[in-house]
Protein backbone atom coordinates (compact mmCIF):
# COMPACT_ATOMS: atom_id res chain seq x y z
CA UNK A 1 0.00 0.00 0.00
CA UNK A 2 2.57 2.03 0.74
CA UNK A 3 4.43 1.18 -2.06
CA UNK A 4 2.24 2.84 -4.07
CA UNK A 5 2.11 6.03 -2.39
CA UNK A 6 5.99 6.47 -2.87
CA UNK A 7 6.03 4.84 -6.57
CA UNK A 8 3.65 7.70 -7.69
CA UNK A 9 6.53 9.64 -6.81
CA UNK A 10 8.46 8.56 -9.55
CA UNK A 11 6.27 9.72 -12.28
CA UNK A 12 4.22 8.22 -15.48
CA UNK A 13 5.11 9.95 -18.44
CA UNK A 14 7.51 12.68 -20.20
CA UNK A 15 7.94 16.42 -20.58
CA UNK A 16 6.24 18.00 -23.77
CA UNK A 17 8.26 18.49 -26.57
CA UNK A 18 10.77 21.32 -27.03
CA UNK A 19 8.82 24.06 -28.91
CA UNK A 20 10.32 25.53 -32.23
CA UNK A 21 12.91 28.40 -32.82
CA UNK A 22 10.02 30.46 -34.15
CA UNK A 23 7.57 29.73 -31.39
CA UNK A 24 10.57 30.80 -29.14
CA UNK A 25 10.99 33.89 -30.97
CA UNK A 26 7.84 35.47 -30.86
CA UNK A 27 7.44 34.32 -27.33
CA UNK A 28 10.27 36.52 -26.60
CA UNK A 29 8.90 39.17 -28.92
CA UNK A 30 5.31 39.22 -27.33
CA UNK A 31 6.87 39.62 -23.61
CA UNK A 32 10.06 41.85 -24.41
CA UNK A 33 6.88 44.06 -25.70
CA UNK A 34 4.21 43.49 -23.54
CA UNK A 35 6.60 43.65 -20.05
CA UNK A 36 8.31 47.11 -21.95
CA UNK A 37 4.71 48.61 -22.45
CA UNK A 38 4.24 48.26 -18.14
CA UNK A 39 7.56 48.97 -17.72
CA UNK A 40 7.93 51.61 -19.67
CA UNK A 41 4.59 53.42 -18.54
CA UNK A 42 6.09 52.35 -14.87
CA UNK A 43 9.68 53.77 -14.77
CA UNK A 44 8.70 57.00 -17.07
CA UNK A 45 5.66 58.58 -15.60
CA UNK A 46 3.93 56.46 -13.09
CA UNK A 47 6.53 55.75 -10.93
CA UNK A 48 7.19 59.49 -9.92
CA UNK A 49 3.42 59.51 -8.34
CA UNK A 50 1.73 57.53 -5.49
CA UNK A 51 0.97 55.21 -7.72
CA UNK A 52 3.16 51.75 -9.47
CA UNK A 53 1.69 49.96 -12.55
CA UNK A 54 4.58 47.39 -12.73
CA UNK A 55 4.87 44.30 -10.19
CA UNK A 56 6.38 40.75 -9.81
CA UNK A 57 3.34 38.45 -11.15
CA UNK A 58 3.16 40.83 -14.40
CA UNK A 59 6.42 38.74 -15.35
CA UNK A 60 4.83 35.55 -14.32
CA UNK A 61 1.81 36.17 -16.59
CA UNK A 62 4.05 36.93 -19.84
CA UNK A 63 5.10 33.58 -19.48
CA UNK A 64 1.66 32.69 -19.85
CA UNK A 65 0.19 34.69 -22.30
CA UNK A 66 2.79 35.28 -24.31
CA UNK A 67 4.72 31.55 -24.08
CA UNK A 68 1.88 29.36 -23.58
CA UNK A 69 -0.99 31.14 -25.39
CA UNK A 70 -2.58 27.92 -26.04
CA UNK A 71 -2.99 26.93 -22.10
CA UNK A 72 -6.48 27.49 -20.58
CA UNK A 73 -4.49 29.15 -17.62
CA UNK A 74 -3.29 31.91 -20.09
CA UNK A 75 -6.79 32.78 -21.40
CA UNK A 76 -8.40 36.21 -20.82
CA UNK A 77 -10.99 34.95 -18.56
CA UNK A 78 -8.32 33.48 -16.56
CA UNK A 79 -5.40 36.40 -16.96
CA UNK A 80 -8.51 39.21 -15.52
CA UNK A 81 -10.24 37.17 -13.02
CA UNK A 82 -7.23 35.80 -11.49
CA UNK A 83 -5.43 38.63 -11.03
CA UNK A 84 -8.04 40.94 -9.62
CA UNK A 85 -9.48 38.34 -7.81
CA UNK A 86 -6.52 37.62 -5.97
CA UNK A 87 -5.56 41.17 -5.50
CA UNK A 88 -9.02 41.94 -3.72
CA UNK A 89 -8.51 38.86 -1.32
CA UNK A 90 -4.02 40.22 -1.12
CA UNK A 91 -5.92 43.13 -0.08
CA UNK A 92 -8.41 41.74 2.56
CA UNK A 93 -5.63 39.48 3.82
CA UNK A 94 -3.33 42.08 4.61
CA UNK A 95 -6.09 44.38 6.62
CA UNK A 96 -7.65 41.97 8.07
CA UNK A 97 -4.61 40.49 9.78
CA UNK A 98 -1.46 42.77 9.65
CA UNK A 99 0.91 42.90 11.19
CA UNK A 100 0.90 38.87 11.31
CA UNK A 101 2.62 38.80 7.96
CA UNK A 102 2.99 34.68 7.95
CA UNK A 103 -0.81 34.32 8.40
CA UNK A 104 -1.92 36.74 6.18
CA UNK A 105 0.45 35.46 3.43
CA UNK A 106 -0.42 31.59 4.11
CA UNK A 107 -4.32 33.26 3.76
CA UNK A 108 -4.21 35.02 0.82
CA UNK A 109 -2.35 32.84 -1.01
CA UNK A 110 -4.18 29.62 -0.22
CA UNK A 111 -7.69 31.62 -0.48
CA UNK A 112 -6.94 32.74 -3.87
CA UNK A 113 -6.18 29.67 -5.49
CA UNK A 114 -9.30 28.25 -3.87
CA UNK A 115 -11.75 31.10 -5.30
CA UNK A 116 -9.58 31.39 -8.37
CA UNK A 117 -11.14 27.31 -8.69
CA UNK A 118 -14.45 28.20 -8.06
CA UNK A 119 -14.44 30.78 -10.38
CA UNK A 120 -12.90 29.30 -13.40
CA UNK A 121 -9.85 31.78 -13.30
CA UNK A 122 -7.38 29.96 -11.92
CA UNK A 123 -3.89 32.41 -12.92
CA UNK A 124 -0.78 31.19 -11.40
CA UNK A 125 0.45 34.52 -11.04
CA UNK A 126 -2.58 35.66 -9.20
CA UNK A 127 -0.39 33.51 -6.02
CA UNK A 128 2.03 36.36 -6.38
CA UNK A 129 -0.65 39.27 -7.23
CA UNK A 130 -2.26 38.26 -3.77
CA UNK A 131 1.09 37.87 -1.89
CA UNK A 132 2.58 41.06 -3.61
CA UNK A 133 -0.30 42.68 -1.54
CA UNK A 134 1.18 41.96 1.59
CA UNK A 135 5.17 42.30 1.21
CA UNK A 136 4.84 45.16 -1.32
CA UNK A 137 5.67 47.32 1.25
CA UNK A 138 4.63 51.05 2.15
CA UNK A 139 3.91 52.38 -1.14
CA UNK A 140 1.35 48.92 -2.26
CA UNK A 141 0.45 49.22 1.22
CA UNK A 142 -0.95 52.64 0.89
CA UNK A 143 -3.27 51.86 -2.06
CA UNK A 144 -5.69 49.88 -0.40
CA UNK A 145 -8.63 48.16 -2.74
CA UNK A 146 -6.70 50.59 -5.37
CA UNK A 147 -3.98 47.67 -5.68
CA UNK A 148 -6.71 45.83 -7.33
CA UNK A 149 -7.44 48.43 -10.09
CA UNK A 150 -4.27 50.34 -10.50
CA UNK A 151 -1.26 48.20 -10.57
CA UNK A 152 -3.03 45.05 -11.05
CA UNK A 153 -6.16 45.84 -13.69
CA UNK A 154 -4.37 48.65 -15.61
CA UNK A 155 -1.06 46.23 -16.08
CA UNK A 156 -2.94 43.33 -16.94
CA UNK A 157 -5.38 45.04 -19.17
CA UNK A 158 -2.19 46.32 -21.47
CA UNK A 159 -0.42 43.09 -20.97
CA UNK A 160 -3.97 41.28 -22.36
CA UNK A 161 -3.64 43.99 -25.71
CA UNK A 162 0.05 43.40 -26.45
CA UNK A 163 -0.96 39.29 -26.33
CA UNK A 164 -4.00 40.28 -28.77
CA UNK A 165 -1.76 42.25 -31.24
CA UNK A 166 1.09 40.44 -31.31
CA UNK A 167 0.00 36.37 -31.01
CA UNK A 168 -2.35 36.99 -33.97
CA UNK A 169 0.57 38.59 -36.39
CA UNK A 170 2.05 34.76 -36.98
CA UNK A 171 0.19 31.98 -39.10
CA UNK A 172 1.07 29.43 -36.55
CA UNK A 173 -0.28 31.53 -33.51
CA UNK A 174 -3.74 32.33 -32.50
CA UNK A 175 -4.93 34.24 -29.30
CA UNK A 176 -7.21 33.85 -27.47
CA UNK A 177 -8.49 30.00 -27.56
CA UNK A 178 -11.88 31.73 -25.66
CA UNK A 179 -12.37 35.00 -23.94
CA UNK A 180 -14.71 34.15 -20.76
CA UNK B 1 5.00 3.07 -19.21
CA UNK B 2 3.22 -0.46 -20.98
CA UNK B 3 1.69 -0.84 -17.48
CA UNK B 4 0.11 2.65 -17.68
CA UNK B 5 -1.35 1.87 -21.23
CA UNK B 6 -2.58 -1.42 -20.22
CA UNK B 7 -4.04 -0.38 -17.11
CA UNK B 8 -6.04 2.90 -19.06
CA UNK B 9 -6.51 0.81 -21.82
CA UNK B 10 -8.65 -1.72 -20.12
CA UNK B 11 -12.04 -2.55 -22.08
CA UNK B 12 -10.71 -0.87 -25.04
CA UNK B 13 -9.75 -3.19 -28.23
CA UNK B 14 -5.45 -3.26 -28.30
CA UNK B 15 -5.30 -1.58 -31.71
CA UNK B 16 -6.45 1.80 -30.40
CA UNK B 17 -4.14 1.94 -27.38
CA UNK B 18 -1.67 4.82 -28.11
CA UNK B 19 1.67 4.57 -27.63
CA UNK B 20 3.17 7.98 -25.49
CA UNK B 21 5.30 8.24 -29.07
CA UNK B 22 2.69 8.83 -31.19
CA UNK B 23 1.43 11.66 -28.84
CA UNK B 24 4.76 13.08 -28.05
CA UNK B 25 5.42 12.95 -32.40
CA UNK B 26 1.37 14.47 -32.94
CA UNK B 27 2.34 17.27 -30.16
CA UNK B 28 5.47 18.19 -31.80
CA UNK B 29 3.37 18.59 -35.18
CA UNK B 30 0.81 21.46 -33.45
CA UNK B 31 3.30 24.20 -33.17
CA UNK B 32 3.41 26.42 -30.04
CA UNK B 33 3.54 24.96 -26.87
CA UNK B 34 0.67 22.52 -25.45
CA UNK B 35 -0.04 22.65 -21.81
CA UNK B 36 -0.65 19.03 -21.41
CA UNK B 37 1.96 16.12 -20.69
CA UNK B 38 1.43 12.70 -23.11
CA UNK B 39 0.20 11.10 -20.43
CA UNK B 40 -2.41 13.28 -19.51
CA UNK B 41 -3.48 13.54 -23.14
CA UNK B 42 -3.99 9.38 -23.74
CA UNK B 43 -5.83 9.63 -20.73
CA UNK B 44 -8.40 12.04 -21.82
CA UNK B 45 -8.32 9.87 -25.02
CA UNK B 46 -9.07 7.04 -23.55
CA UNK B 47 -11.77 7.99 -21.03
CA UNK B 48 -13.34 9.90 -24.45
CA UNK B 49 -12.95 7.30 -26.85
CA UNK B 50 -14.95 5.13 -24.59
CA UNK B 51 -17.70 7.46 -23.78
CA UNK B 52 -17.91 7.97 -27.53
CA UNK B 53 -18.29 4.24 -27.80
CA UNK B 54 -21.13 4.35 -25.34
CA UNK B 55 -23.08 6.87 -26.50
CA UNK B 56 -22.56 5.71 -30.31
CA UNK B 57 -23.64 1.82 -29.06
CA UNK B 58 -26.84 3.38 -27.62
CA UNK B 59 -27.95 5.99 -29.67
CA UNK B 60 -28.29 2.73 -32.47
CA UNK B 61 -31.14 0.92 -32.77
CA UNK B 62 -31.95 -2.07 -34.53
CA UNK B 63 -33.65 -0.64 -37.33
CA UNK B 64 -30.26 1.72 -38.06
CA UNK B 65 -28.37 -1.01 -38.43
CA UNK B 66 -30.48 -4.26 -39.88
CA UNK B 67 -30.13 -5.45 -42.89
CA UNK B 68 -33.90 -4.95 -45.07
CA UNK B 69 -33.55 -7.08 -48.04
CA UNK B 70 -33.71 -10.47 -46.67
CA UNK B 71 -33.77 -14.23 -47.80
CA UNK B 72 -36.99 -15.42 -46.30
CA UNK B 73 -38.60 -19.06 -46.52
CA UNK B 74 -42.00 -20.28 -45.70
CA UNK B 75 -42.75 -23.24 -43.49
CA UNK B 76 -44.33 -25.39 -46.12
CA UNK B 77 -40.88 -24.40 -48.23
CA UNK B 78 -39.01 -28.49 -48.80
CA UNK B 79 -35.77 -27.93 -46.71
CA UNK B 80 -33.68 -29.20 -50.13
CA UNK B 81 -34.92 -25.37 -51.50
CA UNK B 82 -34.48 -23.95 -48.09
CA UNK B 83 -30.71 -25.36 -48.19
CA UNK B 84 -30.47 -23.84 -51.53
CA UNK B 85 -31.31 -20.10 -50.85
CA UNK B 86 -28.98 -19.95 -47.80
CA UNK B 87 -26.29 -21.23 -49.86
CA UNK B 88 -27.22 -19.27 -53.14
CA UNK B 89 -27.66 -15.92 -50.67
CA UNK B 90 -24.45 -16.86 -48.64
CA UNK B 91 -26.36 -16.84 -45.59
CA UNK B 92 -26.32 -18.96 -42.75
CA UNK B 93 -30.01 -18.52 -41.46
CA UNK B 94 -33.13 -17.28 -42.86
CA UNK B 95 -36.60 -16.34 -41.35
CA UNK B 96 -39.42 -18.49 -41.89
CA UNK B 97 -42.57 -16.33 -42.42
CA UNK B 98 -46.34 -17.01 -42.94
CA UNK B 99 -48.68 -15.97 -45.78
CA UNK B 100 -49.20 -12.44 -43.78
CA UNK B 101 -45.36 -11.76 -43.85
CA UNK B 102 -45.27 -12.69 -40.12
CA UNK B 103 -42.17 -13.98 -38.64
CA UNK B 104 -42.94 -17.67 -37.44
CA UNK B 105 -39.44 -19.03 -37.38
CA UNK B 106 -35.86 -19.01 -38.10
CA UNK B 107 -33.75 -22.03 -39.33
CA UNK B 108 -29.73 -21.60 -39.13
CA UNK B 109 -27.29 -24.00 -40.32
CA UNK B 110 -27.70 -25.19 -36.85
CA UNK B 111 -30.80 -26.61 -37.08
CA UNK B 112 -30.10 -28.47 -39.98
CA UNK B 113 -27.18 -29.98 -38.26
CA UNK B 114 -29.41 -30.62 -35.58
CA UNK B 115 -31.20 -32.91 -37.52
CA UNK B 116 -28.87 -34.86 -39.95
CA UNK B 117 -27.16 -36.50 -36.92
CA UNK B 118 -25.07 -34.35 -35.49
CA UNK B 119 -26.32 -33.94 -32.19
CA UNK B 120 -23.71 -34.04 -30.05
CA UNK B 121 -21.52 -30.69 -30.92
CA UNK B 122 -23.77 -29.30 -33.76
CA UNK B 123 -21.15 -28.31 -35.50
CA UNK B 124 -19.93 -28.93 -39.19
CA UNK B 125 -17.35 -30.96 -38.17
CA UNK B 126 -19.64 -33.39 -36.24
CA UNK B 127 -21.30 -34.03 -39.67
CA UNK B 128 -17.76 -34.63 -41.76
CA UNK B 129 -17.11 -37.54 -39.15
CA UNK B 130 -20.30 -38.94 -39.24
CA UNK B 131 -20.32 -38.76 -43.30
CA UNK B 132 -17.33 -40.11 -43.51
CA UNK B 133 -18.05 -43.28 -41.55
CA UNK B 134 -21.21 -43.91 -42.93
CA UNK B 135 -21.74 -45.17 -47.33
CA UNK B 136 -25.38 -43.21 -47.46
CA UNK B 137 -25.97 -39.73 -47.17
CA UNK B 138 -26.13 -37.71 -44.11
CA UNK B 139 -28.78 -35.45 -45.24
CA UNK B 140 -31.15 -38.57 -45.67
CA UNK B 141 -33.22 -38.31 -42.29
CA UNK B 142 -34.11 -34.93 -43.23
CA UNK B 143 -34.99 -35.56 -47.19
CA UNK B 144 -38.25 -34.84 -47.51
CA UNK B 145 -39.08 -32.27 -44.74
CA UNK B 146 -40.11 -28.89 -45.18
CA UNK B 147 -38.86 -25.70 -43.43
CA UNK B 148 -41.42 -26.34 -40.55
CA UNK B 149 -39.83 -29.27 -39.27
CA UNK B 150 -36.75 -27.99 -38.61
CA UNK B 151 -37.13 -24.32 -37.72
CA UNK B 152 -36.93 -22.76 -34.22
CA UNK B 153 -39.93 -21.36 -33.50
CA UNK B 154 -40.79 -18.24 -32.67
CA UNK B 155 -38.38 -16.80 -33.53
CA UNK B 156 -36.86 -14.43 -31.61
CA UNK B 157 -37.73 -11.17 -33.03
CA UNK B 158 -36.73 -7.37 -31.67
CA UNK B 159 -38.73 -3.96 -31.99
CA UNK B 160 -37.12 -1.84 -34.93
CA UNK B 161 -36.24 0.92 -31.66
CA UNK B 162 -34.31 -2.00 -29.70
CA UNK B 163 -30.91 -0.34 -28.85
CA UNK B 164 -28.15 -2.24 -30.73
CA UNK B 165 -26.28 -2.97 -26.63
CA UNK B 166 -29.61 -4.90 -25.90
CA UNK B 167 -29.28 -6.85 -29.28
CA UNK B 168 -26.18 -7.40 -28.58
CA UNK B 169 -27.10 -9.01 -24.96
CA UNK B 170 -29.81 -11.03 -26.44
CA UNK B 171 -27.00 -12.45 -28.43
CA UNK B 172 -24.88 -13.19 -26.25
CA UNK B 173 -26.98 -14.38 -23.77
CA UNK B 174 -28.99 -16.81 -25.92
CA UNK B 175 -25.93 -17.84 -27.73
CA UNK B 176 -27.50 -17.14 -31.75
CA UNK B 177 -26.23 -15.05 -34.30
CA UNK B 178 -29.19 -13.32 -36.15
CA UNK B 179 -32.32 -11.72 -34.62
CA UNK B 180 -35.51 -10.71 -37.14
CA UNK B 181 -36.74 -7.40 -36.30
CA UNK B 182 -40.41 -7.52 -36.62
CA UNK B 183 -43.20 -4.67 -36.65
CA UNK B 184 -45.84 -4.55 -33.97
CA UNK B 185 -47.68 -7.09 -35.71
CA UNK B 186 -44.84 -9.36 -35.94
CA UNK B 187 -44.40 -9.17 -39.67
CA UNK B 188 -40.62 -9.25 -40.96
CA UNK B 189 -38.69 -5.83 -41.21
CA UNK B 190 -35.66 -6.69 -41.52
CA UNK B 191 -32.51 -9.19 -40.02
CA UNK B 192 -29.43 -7.73 -37.82
CA UNK B 193 -27.17 -10.51 -37.61
CA UNK B 194 -23.60 -9.82 -35.43
CA UNK B 195 -21.80 -8.66 -38.66
CA UNK B 196 -24.14 -5.78 -38.57
CA UNK B 197 -23.13 -5.12 -34.98
CA UNK B 198 -19.72 -5.22 -36.03
CA UNK B 199 -19.78 -3.19 -38.91
CA UNK B 200 -21.95 -0.37 -37.26
CA UNK B 201 -19.51 0.34 -34.50
CA UNK B 202 -16.34 -0.07 -36.03
CA UNK B 203 -17.14 3.11 -37.60
CA UNK B 204 -15.77 2.24 -41.13
CA UNK B 205 -18.95 3.53 -42.82
CA UNK B 206 -20.46 0.48 -45.68
Known amino acids: ?180 | MSEETGKQGSGLPPGLALKDEDIYEAMKQIPGYLDITPGDFKEVYYLAYRRALERLSRSLTAGEIMTREVAYVHPDTPLAEVAAIMGRRGVSGVPVLDGDGKVVGVISEKDFLRHMGATETKNFMTLVAGCLKTKGCVALPIKKQNAAHIMVSPAVTVSPDTPVKEVAAIFTEQNINRVAVADAAGRLLGIVSRGDIVKATSGVRP
Open chain 1, 1 to 180: MMGGYFRKMAGTTQSPPRVGLTEMLWSWLGSFLGVGAVAYLNYGWVESTDLVLLIGSLGASAVLIYGAIKSPLAQPRNLLGGHIISALIGVTAFKLLAPNLWLASALAVATSILVMHATKTLHPPGGATALIAILGGPKIHHLGYLYAVVPVAAGVVIMLLVALIVNNISASRRYPEFWF
